[in-house]
């Protein structure tokens, strides 16, 4: 049951995406916390994941944003503020599929301020983990 919905066939979509989506969060932490930078494999790995969302987005989001308006309308009502990552409801898991790969990842993430040299700034990088966390606990708490 996907957002205390009963949705067959779409709560599987809401499943996989979630699914797809972890996947490239911990690709995302990976790829980050290294010096090394990303290998020609990395890219493709990260164009896949990529290139999956997109696709998927739009089935998705039909899925998740009345989840998403029930959730958040009380909390922006009552004054709270529990969920904010700092970005748009549009943007909440966008930030990190949008970019069209690492290196311009790392720049939207603000973790570095080129694409000359891979060294992300390990401070910022503890930043981004922390949406990381928040963005699949929202994603937990849908599919749950």
């Given at each position: ?8 066939d ?15 969060l ?71 599929y ?47």
């Amino acid at each position: 049951m996907v957002g205390n919905c009963d949705l067959g066939d779409e709560e599987d979509l809401a499943y996989d995406w979630c699914e797809k989506y972890f996947e490239l969060l911990a690709f995302v932490e990976l790829v980050t916390a290294t010096e090394a930078p990303p290998t020609v494999e990395d890219q493709l790995i990260y164009q896949c994941l990529r290139e999956w969302l997109l696709a998927h987005e739009a089935g998705f989001q039909k899925l998740f944003k009345p989840y998403w308006a029930l959730r958040v309308q009380p909390e922006k009502d009552s004054g709270a503020n529990q969920i904010d990552c700092g970005m748009g409801d549009e943007d909440l898991f966008r930030s990190f599929y949008s970019p069209p790969d690492l290196y311009a990842l790392a720049i939207q993430q603000e973790l570095q301020e080129d694409v000359a040299v891979w060294d992300p700034n390990q401070s910022r990088a503890g930043y981004m983990r922390q949406i990381i966390i928040l963005n699949m606990k929202v994603l937990l708490d849908f599919v749950a």
